[in-house]
């Protein structure tokens, strides 16, 4: 049984516009995070939000969210491929559904999904990014990986090719378990341990605990949009604690003019394969740097070599 639910977005501190959207309908709950310039983001995100809201569900555990999220991505990619001032745009999205005593997850991007059980959280999603290529491979440590430059490098997302790749998992669910969804925009200002400390503080009010996570993460920089999606396992009737306000994209927003069509900035796209191909050409070099170090050794040698010969002649 769902217990208490909430939900908070905010802009932060240095962005115009919010490219968040989320949905918190039980047992469905999700969060989206738009990339692609201007308000190009936030088209993608609603969109993709919109389509899992108007479908529903209610049953169909992994399968239903994975047909979900392809119906999403559909959506996006077919505005992004007749719009030209959308062109590019794409959006993360993390989904769950609650059924019994299981809750189901749909993943792409790097949007995260987390759950607190006995005051312990555990990542469940796997970040879709180059840092979480380069953690897995051992070229990058954690702590390198939290400052690193390109840390918004997302190796999938919907709306960049007409079908989408998407992770399902189950989870069982016990009494008294908090999921959370929420966006890179919490993540990357606020470290794990911290999300946990205040949660636990907040335990009591699901609410307060979402603006405080929000808090925290402008205080840490407020570098992206913030949103955080709660709900919690309990044996009671479903309890509706949290501010669940859908922030609707206005209908004078869904269009957008040349103007407003620009580049995104920090976030991009990138496949595996490219990745792989970098990697490579990285270690070509290297190689390559590597032989000319050692015949420019052996050049020395030699020439080492000659002139105490003729010395020795002499």
């Known amino acids: 049984m769902i217990g208490r639910v909430g939900a908070v977005t905010d802009p932060g501190r240095t962005r115009r516009h919010n490219e968040d959207a989320y949905v918190i309908e039980p047992p469905l709950f999700a969060i989206a995070d738009g990339m692609g310039g201007a308000q190009a983001g936030e088209v993608a995100s609603r969109l ?13 555990g992994e399968r239903r969210i994975a047909d979900l999220i392809q119906e999403a991505n559909r959506r996006v990619y077919d505005r992004s491929s007749s719009d030209p001032n959308t062109s590019g745009m794409g959006t993360t999205i993390t989904v ?36 979480n290529e380069l953690l897995k491979t051992g070229k990058l440590s954690r ?22 790749d998407v992770d399902t998992f189950s989870v069982q669910a016990e009494t008294g378990d ?17 999300i946990l400390e205040v949660v636990e503080r907040h335990r009591e009010d699901i609410d ?18 913030i949103t955080v999606v709660a709900f919690e396992i309990a ?8 501010d669940t306000r859908e922030q609707a994209l206005p209908e004078d927003e869904d269009t957008l003019s ?17 990745i792989q191909a970098e990697d490579r050409a990285v270690r070509r070099r290297h190689l390559r740097r590597r032989i000319l170090a050692w015949l420019a050794i052996l050049l020395l040698v030699a020439v080492v070599g000659v002139v105490l010969y003729l010395g020795f002649v002499r």
């Not at 702590?143 to 007409?162: F, K, N, W, Y």
């Open 143 to 164: 702590e390198e990986a939290e400052t690193h430059p390109q840390r918004s490098v997302i190796t999938r997302a919907l709306g960049t090719d007409p079908d989408v």
């Open 258 to 274: 040349e103007a407003d069509a620009v580049p995104t900035v920090d976030t991009a796209v990138v496949s595996v394969s490219e």
């Open 96 to 131: 769950a559904l609650v059924e019994d005593d299981r809750v189901s997850f749909g993943h792409v991007g790097d949007s995260r999904a987390y759950l607190i059980r006995n005051a312990r959280m555990e990542q469940l999603t796997e970040d879709h990014s180059l840092v």
């Open 208 to 225: 307060g605990a979402l603006r405080a996570l929000v808090k925290a993460a402008n205080r840490g920089g407020g570098q992206d949009n």
């Open 48 to 60: 993709a939000t919109a389509a899992l809201k108007e479908a529903g569900a209610n049953g169909g």
């Open 235 to 242: 044996d009671g009737v479903l309890a509706n604690d949290g």
């Open 178 to 194: 908090l999921f959370l969804l929420c966006s890179d925009g919490l993540t990357d200002m606020v470290p794990e341990d911290s």
